[in-house]
Protein backbone atom coordinates (compact mmCIF):
# COMPACT_ATOMS: atom_id res chain seq x y z
CA UNK A 1 0.00 0.00 0.00
CA UNK A 2 1.30 3.83 -1.07
CA UNK A 3 2.28 6.07 1.92
CA UNK A 4 -0.77 8.07 2.66
CA UNK A 5 1.07 11.05 3.69
CA UNK A 6 4.73 12.28 2.81
CA UNK A 7 6.17 10.77 6.39
CA UNK A 8 3.83 7.71 5.55
CA UNK A 9 2.55 5.61 8.23
CA UNK A 10 3.65 3.94 10.61
CA UNK A 11 3.50 -0.21 11.39
CA UNK A 12 0.62 -0.25 13.82
CA UNK A 13 -1.00 1.82 11.42
CA UNK A 14 -1.04 -0.13 8.71
CA UNK A 15 -1.90 -3.09 10.99
CA UNK A 16 -4.87 -1.05 12.23
CA UNK A 17 -6.32 -0.17 9.09
CA UNK A 18 -5.74 -3.98 7.32
CA UNK A 19 -7.78 -5.40 10.58
CA UNK A 20 -10.41 -2.66 10.26
CA UNK A 21 -10.83 -2.30 6.48
CA UNK A 22 -10.62 -5.96 5.49
CA UNK A 23 -13.58 -5.86 2.62
CA UNK A 24 -12.27 -2.28 0.64
CA UNK A 25 -9.48 -2.69 -2.02
CA UNK A 26 -6.51 -0.54 0.46
CA UNK A 27 -4.22 -0.48 -3.07
CA UNK A 28 -7.33 1.07 -5.17
CA UNK A 29 -8.35 3.55 -2.40
CA UNK A 30 -5.19 4.61 -1.67
CA UNK A 31 -4.43 5.83 -5.31
CA UNK A 32 -7.70 7.90 -5.12
CA UNK A 33 -6.90 9.25 -1.81
CA UNK A 34 -3.46 10.64 -3.11
CA UNK A 35 -4.70 11.62 -6.86
CA UNK A 36 -7.46 13.76 -4.55
CA UNK A 37 -5.58 15.28 -2.27
CA UNK A 38 -2.26 15.47 -3.75
CA UNK A 39 -3.01 17.69 -6.87
CA UNK A 40 -3.05 21.10 -5.29
CA UNK A 41 -2.54 23.16 -2.69
CA UNK A 42 -4.96 21.65 -0.28
CA UNK A 43 -3.44 20.34 2.99
CA UNK A 44 -4.59 17.64 5.61
CA UNK A 45 -4.08 19.04 8.96
CA UNK A 46 -4.84 14.89 10.08
CA UNK A 47 -3.87 12.77 7.18
CA UNK A 48 -4.28 9.44 9.13
CA UNK A 49 -8.34 10.75 10.38
CA UNK A 50 -8.66 12.13 6.58
CA UNK A 51 -7.54 8.36 5.14
CA UNK A 52 -9.59 6.14 7.36
CA UNK A 53 -12.50 8.50 6.76
CA UNK A 54 -11.72 8.14 2.93
CA UNK A 55 -12.03 4.61 3.70
CA UNK A 56 -15.16 4.28 6.03
CA UNK A 57 -16.93 6.42 3.23
CA UNK A 58 -15.12 3.86 0.51
CA UNK A 59 -17.08 0.92 2.01
CA UNK A 60 -20.19 3.49 2.92
CA UNK A 61 -20.33 3.81 -1.25
CA UNK A 62 -19.60 0.52 -2.12
CA UNK A 63 -21.69 -0.90 -4.38
CA UNK A 64 -23.15 -4.01 -3.35
CA UNK A 65 -21.90 -7.34 -4.77
CA UNK A 66 -25.37 -9.03 -5.05
CA UNK A 67 -27.97 -6.79 -6.50
CA UNK A 68 -30.84 -7.96 -4.07
CA UNK A 69 -28.69 -7.42 -1.24
CA UNK A 70 -30.45 -3.88 -0.34
CA UNK A 71 -33.40 -5.30 -0.74
CA UNK A 72 -32.92 -8.10 1.43
CA UNK A 73 -31.78 -5.63 3.96
CA UNK A 74 -34.80 -3.23 3.74
CA UNK A 75 -37.07 -6.17 3.79
CA UNK A 76 -35.57 -7.41 6.58
CA UNK A 77 -35.94 -4.04 8.72
CA UNK A 78 -39.69 -3.82 7.17
CA UNK A 79 -40.58 -7.83 8.98
CA UNK A 80 -38.90 -6.35 12.13
CA UNK A 81 -40.70 -3.33 12.31
CA UNK A 82 -43.98 -5.36 11.21
CA UNK A 83 -43.14 -7.39 14.56
CA UNK A 84 -42.63 -5.31 16.70
Known amino acids: ?6 RGISEKE ?3 IETD ?9 ARSFV ?6 TRRLVRPYA ?4 WLKN ?9 PLDAYRKS ?8 VD
Open 75 to 82: YGRYLRKA
Open 50 to 53: AWRN
Open 35 to 40: AWWGDG
Open 1 to 6: MPSVSR
Open 14 to 16: KND
Open 58 to 66: ARKFAKPSD
Open 21 to 29: FPDVDLAFE
